[in-house]
């Protein structure tokens, strides 16, 4: 399974703007993440559509994310960017395979998507965050680096 830029993007964007407490706009995201706005325009519609963001007009708009950061998961974010998560069509739709009910692989596909679910499910944004605001703080000078 292959997870689209779409997908990448969309949860990228989403952090950005989580990231802050103020509007952010999309130059902003678009600019941080080296996403094309045009791009980013289409999955942040993606995400407006479905209730994650809200944008504000004016000279202080921007998006913001309108739900509480520990109820969005990467689950949600990269379904509603990529639709389907199956690994192979026929664990999303037992018709599509003439060999469905004599098929030993199957089951290996239903780990890996129970497996890919659950790795995305468990994610939120808050932890996402979180994460990123760990990557963006200062090192310690060296003299501090080795001292405990």
């Known amino acids: 399974m292959w997870v689209s830029t779409r997908a990448q993007y969309g949860m990228r964007a989403l952090v ?3 990231l802050s407490s103020e509007p952010t706009s999309l130059k902003v995201v678009s600019d941080r993440q080296n996403i094309s706005q045009h791009y980013l325009e289409q999955i942040i519609a993606v995400l407006r559509r479905a209730g994650i963001v809200e944008s504000t ?4 708009g921007g998006y913001r994310v309108t739900r509480p950061l520990e109820q969005v998961t990467a689950l949600e974010v990269v379904e509603l960017m990529e639709g389907g998560l199956a690994p192979v069509p026929c664990v999303q739709d037992d018709h599509i395979c003439e060999h469905d009910h004599y098929c030993s692989t199957k089951t290996l ?3 890996v998507d129970t497996a890919v679910r659950e790795a995305l499910g468990s994610t939120t944004l808050a932890q996402l965050v979180a994460e990123q605001q760990l990557l963006q703080l200062e090192p310690l000078p060296a003299r501090f680096a080795g001292a405990n």
């Open 16 to 18: 950005e703007i989580a």
């Open 57 to 60: 007009r004016g000279a202080y």
């Open 109 to 111: 596909w239903n780990r």
